[in-house]
């Protein structure tokens, strides 16, 4: 079984411009996650998705910030215009149907560089 | 809310002793309980989990973890490690019925041979 797909692995961009970031959950899962890990810090939840809706976006910095999973699948984050700060790493996260806590499988992640 | 501390940033450790990681939380409510481990440029992978029941919870590759509501503490071991267990560990919690995970800020084992 495939795992949580993520593209790009690494980019890199100067200040002010747009990047986007694609995940590929796992098949079936109908939980997604978007969350960011800062250099020397624990991953921070930005968006979660229960199939297309966002049903928890508290944390994500709507000015510049923006996601879509429109089919319920695969999903994309988006950061325009990007600043300095936002250099990290973007990690996407799936998990299965169940209730309480399921487990939160993880992808590789895309690590920005913001010049 | 809820939150996680990770009581040491880094743990170096020869290949062989034992090791423990230490993880303190704090939450009005009942909780679950997970640690997981970052390999250098990779994703985060599930250890082991707390969810209710015996509060020694065993996990991969000869991780274990207790879980001690009194002392509000979830604390990582291994009996004997590898240089392969040189990774990122990091500490989670969250509370029943709330899919939000809060991490701890991570602890680095360094194994030396």
């Known amino acids: 079984e495939a795992g949580v797909v993520q593209s790009p692995r690494y980019k890199i961009i100067e200040k002010k411009q747009p990047v986007a970031f694609w995940c590929n959950p796992i098949s079936g899962h109908n939980t997604l996650y978007w969350y960011r890990q800062n250099l020397g810090q624990g991953p921070e939840l930005l968006i979660r998705y229960e199939n297309e809706e966002a049903v928890d976006d508290s944390q994500l910095p709507k000015d510049r910030f923006s996601a879509e999973r429109l089919k319920g699948v695969d999903s994309t984050l988006k950061i325009q215009p990007a600043e300095l700060g936002d250099s990290a790493v973007y990690l996407c996260?799936?998990?299965?149907?169940?209730?309480?806590?399921?487990?939160?499988?993880f992808g590789p992640g895309t690590r920005l560089t913001v010049l | 809310a809820q939150s996680v501390t990770q009581l040491d940033s880094q743990v170096p450790v020869f290949e062989e002793a034992p090791v423990e990681l230490r993880c303190n939380y704090s939450?009005?409510?009942?909780?679950?309980l997970f640690w997981y481990v970052q390999y250098p440029n990779q994703g985060l992978q599930l250890l082991l989990k707390?969810?209710?029941?015996?509060?020694l919870v065993k996990g991969i590759n000869g991780f274990e973890a207790e879980f001690n509501k009194s002392q509000t503490s979830f604390h990582l071991r291994k009996p004997s490690v590898h240089i392969s267990d040189t990774a990122e560990y990091f500490c989670?919690?969250?509370?029943?019925?709330?899919?939000?995970?809060?991490f701890g800020a991570g602890t680095t084992v360094t194994v030396r041979a």
């Open positions: 996260a799936s998990t299965g149907i169940g209730i309480g806590t399921d487990t939160q499988y």
């Open positions: 939450s009005s409510v009942s909780v679950y």
């Open positions: 989670a919690v969250s509370v029943w019925n709330d899919y939000k995970l809060s």
């Open positions: 707390y969810l209710s029941g015996s509060t």
